[in-house]
């Protein structure tokens, strides 16, 4: 199957997008007149690439395949694309080149025991490794015990497997459990927006963005802004329904898993002293002494 259309389309939507969102105050361009548009006109991305405007046109109706990487590099810094969106807008250009043999699917693999074995021994910190299509796939005993809203949502019973873009934008139930519900909505789609620049043959995650498509209004929304995160850190508010507020610190890293397929490995943590140890020490304690929750394995 010739997947070029559709990144003809992702590769236009992007940097329109992209563009839009920069004024010509930001990048020291004189203002003239109303402007029809919001943000750039074409013309002036051309200018601050040291490009045509009609080479720059072509580009942005989709025609990447063969553009030079330091030409990419000039659009990258034209728009002013964080690294994010720099390494998806590289990945759309590597996926429009003719391919010389049928892409291979990536398959998923199996977690090794010591990964599974670095997860436990995280005692205090929620720990869990989930897939680039936002499947939980491993983690301990407190991360499973801090995600059982995740876990025990209709969503996992559907699908086999705790998904957190699932559980985000199809569980009423996740505007509780997430205090910063907006913000989580903005970065799941983002992640799965730069994962599908990753792999764009994952006929799983094509599936997974059709269906929440059509089943939520805000998803439909948020894939249509275009935006990307692939580096994933910093704090988040929880409603737990055992321990009540929480606020956490996560740190997500990259964990190969195989030589196509990586994952990434998630900690949270909270701030030593502060209420949310406590919570969290107590959460931990709760989930010793409870049956614990098989993590969804890869099918």
């Known amino acids: ?36 548009v919001p943000g750039l006109r074409r013309e002036e991305v051309a200018v601050l690439a040291g490009v045509s405007t009609e080479w720059y046109t072509r580009l942005e109706k989709g025609h990447i395949s063969g553009v030079s990487e330091d030409v ?14 720099r390494t998806y807008l590289f990945d759309l250009a590597r ?59 209709p969503t996992t019973a559907q699908h086999g497997r705790a998904n957190i873009a699932r559980y985000i934008f199809l569980d009423p139930g996740s505007q509780q459990f997430f205090v910063d519900w907006d913000a989580a909505a903005v970065a799941t ?5 730069a994962e599908a620049g990753r792999e764009p043959h994952d006929r799983a995650l094509r599936d997974l963005v059709g269906e929440l498509s059509t089943l939520s209004t805000e998803f439909r929304s948020q894939w249509a802004a275009h935006d990307v995160r692939i580096h994933h850190e910093g704090s988040k508010r929880l409603w737990h329904p ?15 898993m195989s030589n196509r397929t990586v994952c990434d490995l ?33 099918r």
Do not use: C
Not at 20 to 32: C, I
Not at 189 to 193: Q, V, Y
């Open 95 to 153: 996926a429009a080149r003719p391919a010389r043999r049928a892409p291979s699917r990536r398959k998923d693999v199996q977690v090794p025991p010591r990964v599974q074995w670095l997860l436990d021994s995280m005692t205090m910190s929620a720990a869990f490794v989930r897939n680039g299509r936002q499947d939980i796939v491993a983690g301990n005993a407190l991360a499973r015990a801090l995600h059982a809203p995740v876990f025990d949502s």
């Open 72 to 85: 990419l590099d000039a659009v990258a810094q034209a728009l002013r694309l964080d690294q994010d969106e």
């Open 189 to 193: 789609a983002a992640l799965l927006r």
């Open 242 to 256: 055992q321990v009540g507020d929480l606020e956490l610190i996560y740190q997500s890293l990259n964990l190969p």
């Open 266 to 298: 998630t900690i949270y943590t909270a701030e030593p002293g502060s209420t949310s140890e406590e919570r969290l020490k107590l959460l931990a304690s709760l989930a010793a002494t409870q049956p614990t929750h098989p993590t969804n394995q890869p």
């Open 1 to 36: 199957m010739d997947h070029r259309p559709d990144h003809r389309d992702q590769i236009r939507d992007f940097l329109a997008t992209r563009r839009a969102k920069l004024t010509s105050e930001q990048v020291g361009l004189p203002t003239s007149g109303r402007r029809r």
